[in-house]
């Protein structure tokens, strides 16, 4: 490295670099280098690219920028390379110093930061939704036109009420857990948050949901926003300090592989692997329909979770879990790369689609809010047949005790 004083972080984050041994072993794993098959658009390529900004070898001209950008930061590549390249790590510090934030995304960003402006943000998308003026959203443009076309219909007021901040057990007491109700699943998908909280329940578990907690930061770390990240983390810390937990138990794996990089004062755990741990009570009704499951990245790659979902799954009698081709690959979601980069995007989820309906499912399961976003709006563009649901919603709608 070369040039004036470093943070530690970029220090560690160069040294991560230079773990590439250049073996190309991640390179087909990468959703990006599949559709854009250049070297610039594939793990090894970017990491070249990055030590090379990190070395001043080369400006962060708009090209370098651009092939950094078009990054899912799905993490793929960890999950693949021999070398234990910190991928995530190595892309998060290079484009908090790289990326640069107009007046529009820096709202977007400060928005999920503050219930109340979320909840408002969510009331106007709601009467717009409602109110018949939809008609008028070809006057939208960019970025804007293409968050209205991928928002889901957003819950009544009612239904985005904060959740109990603490829920019984039923049943016998097996222990106390703590549950983030999160900025997005808070508003866009309290349903999911409620079934957590009752499968959390079902299994003997009093369930508390701390006051002070915030947004996990995870979407900020995504955009290269580090500061805002580590400062919601903090947040977090403190506010999760309650006594008695036995885990800290996340339904969305972007805001899980967020808890999981900072020193929380319980375990963090996703529900899937907590009912498989610790659920083995529970019973589920029957299921006959073919089901598929798509791992979300950050639970796949960022957690190294692959095999809870599919363990539970196997426990509801007569469910059927379909294979799907490239079912741990990245949807294209990828926190707000489906609004930044809509056409590659678009190509992601196409490829993801045609996987969906070789599988012949009628129920697709996942387990993240902008997955379900992003796969809604394929699904019904594409005009198929297939329910897509959280995990959550899914056995909640099965367990009978
Ligand atoms: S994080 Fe995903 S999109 Fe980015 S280089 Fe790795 S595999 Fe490719
Ligand atoms: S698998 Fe790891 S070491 Fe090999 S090229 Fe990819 S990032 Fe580098």
Redesign the pocket.
């Known amino acids: 490295m070369t040039g004036t004083a470093r943070s530690p972080e970029d220090i560690a984050a160069y040294l991560a670099s230079l ?9 087909e794993h990468c959703p990006t280098y599949r559709q854009l098959g250049r070297e610039s658009a594939n ?2 390529g970017r ?1 070249y690219l990055m030590r090379a900004v990190m070395e001043e070898r080369i400006e962060p001209t708009p090209d370098v920028i651009e092939d950094l950008d078009l990054c899912l930061v799905c993490r793929a ?1 960890e999950s ?6 910190a ?1 995530g790590e190595v892309m998060a510090q290079t484009r908090s110093k790289l990326k640069k934030r107009g007046p529009i995304r820096r709202w977007m960003m400060g928005a999920l930061l503050d219930r109340k402006r979320l909840n408002r943000a969510a009331a106007l998308m709601r009467f717009w939704q409602r109110s018949g003026l939809r008609v008028l959203r070809h006057l939208l443009w960019g970025r804007l036109k293409r968050m209205e076309a991928y928002m889901p219909t957003v819950p009544h007021a009612d239904a985005r009420r904060p959740l109990p901040r603490h829920a019984p057990p039923i049943g016998e007491t097996r222990g106390r857990v703590a549950l983030l109700e999160g900025c997005v699943m808070s508003v866009l998908f309290q349903d999911v948050n409620r079934d957590t909280m009752h499968l959390l329940q079902a299994a003997g578990y009093e369930v508390v949901v701390p006051e002070g907690q915030a947004c996990c930061g995870a979407l900020h770390e995504h955009d290269g926003d580090l500061e805002t990240a580590h400062r919601q983390l903090a947040r977090n810390k403190d506010a999760f300090a309650v006594d008695d937990v036995d885990a800290i138990v996340m339904n969305s794996s972007g805001c899980g592989a967020a808890f999981s990089s900072a020193d929380m004062p319980a375990p963090v755990i996703d529900l899937s692997r907590f009912l498989v741990d610790h659920g083995e009570h529970l019973s589920f009704g029957a299921f006959t329909e073919p089901v598929a499951y798509d791992a979300p990245c950050h639970l796949h790659h960022a957690q190294n979770e692959t095999t809870a979902p599919q363990q539970l799954l196997t426990r509801v009698p007569g469910l059927q879990l379909v294979p799907m081709d490239l079912w741990d690959h990245c949807c294209g979601a990828a926190g707000i790369y489906n609004l930044d980069h809509p056409e590659l995007s678009g190509r992601i989820l196409d490829e993801k689609l045609d996987a969906l309906e070789r599988s012949g499912a009628s129920v697709l399961l996942t387990g993240n809010p902008g997955c379900l976003m992003q796969w809604r709006a394929g699904v019904a563009k594409r005009g198929l047949r297939v329910e897509v649901l959280h995990l959550a919603t899914f056995l909640a709608g099965q367990v009978t005790a």
């Open positions: 773990d590439c041994v250049h073996c190309g072993l991640c390179v793990p090894r990491v590549c693949v390379c021999p070398s234990g390249v991928f």
